[in-house]
């Protein structure tokens, strides 16, 4: 089982252009999240889905959008990159049917807008 | 407005000794859930324990046991028998049981583990 793949693993952007981060989850579950972990915050919430359908904003939307329009993809869109988009990218999953709900993690994007 | 914090950015502990990582939190919701997660240097996160706001004893994992104090809203990480293989980093969240599944993590403490 993989669990939850991101793709690409790492990615030089230059300022202005768009990208989409990709997370692919085959376990199902259905709650999907994006954070951004940064030298010193930690990991910060940019969108989340509870559900294929619905999504949410987390602490740090500007500048990034998504989408879950089924139960296994969650997108990450960054329609005019900025420098300070410059981060590391984990998408993560979640069933809210176990007693914890605890997140899984994916491997991880690394982004460098320059 | 919800929010961890970590105030240790980083700790050192000799091998077999015990140490205590602390997290304290701010919400308003009666009914939480409090994690704690590893990520060594290769960079993934490892989920280690939970604890819900409502349990009435602190949760236990192997090594891993969470002194949880509601009233000072406190959640702090005790590693008993620490092994070099515990370095890493370790953050501590939250997430309130209402408002969907929204996660709010603190800013990670550093431990590193002497041989």
């Known amino acids: 089982t993989a669990g939850i793949t991101q793709a690409p693993t790492s990615q030089i952007l230059a300022a202005g252009r768009s990208m989409t981060l990709r997370c692919t989850q085959d376990?199902?579950?259905?709650?999907m999240y994006w954070y951004r972990q940064d030298l010193g915050l930690g990991l910060r919430l940019i969108h989340y889905s509870n559900t294929a359908g619905t999504t949410g904003k987390g602490e740090v939307p500007d500048g990034y959008s998504v989408s879950r329009a089924n139960t296994d993809d969650f997108p990450l869109t960054l329609a005019s990159a900025v420098p300070s988009q410059t981060s590391v990218y984990f998408c993560?999953?979640?069933?809210?049917?176990?007693?914890?709900?605890?997140?899984?993690f994916g491997p991880g994007t690394r982004l460098t807008v320059l | 407005a919800q929010k961890i914090t970590q105030t240790q950015p980083g700790m050192f502990v000799q091998e077999k000794e015990a140490v205590t990582l602390d997290c304290t939190y701010d919400t308003s919701d009666p009914s939480y859930g409090l994690f704690w997660y590893k990520q060594p240097s290769s960079g993934e996160m490892i989920f280690l324990i939970y604890q819900g706001s409502y349990d009435q004893q602190n949760a236990t994992e192997g090594r891993y046991s969470l002194n949880f104090q509601k009233a000072r809203k406190s959640a702090n990480l005790v590693i008993s028998a620490s092994q070099l293989g515990d370095s890493a980093m370790y953050f501590c969240?939250?997430?309130?049981?209402?408002?969907?599944?929204?996660?709010?993590f603190g800013a990670g403490t550093r431990l590193f583990v002497k041989a």
């Open positions: 969240a939250m997430r309130p049981n209402t408002g969907g599944f929204k996660t709010i």
């Open positions: 376990m199902r579950h259905n709650a």
């Open positions: 993560a999953s979640s069933d809210s049917r176990k007693p914890y709900n605890e997140q899984f």
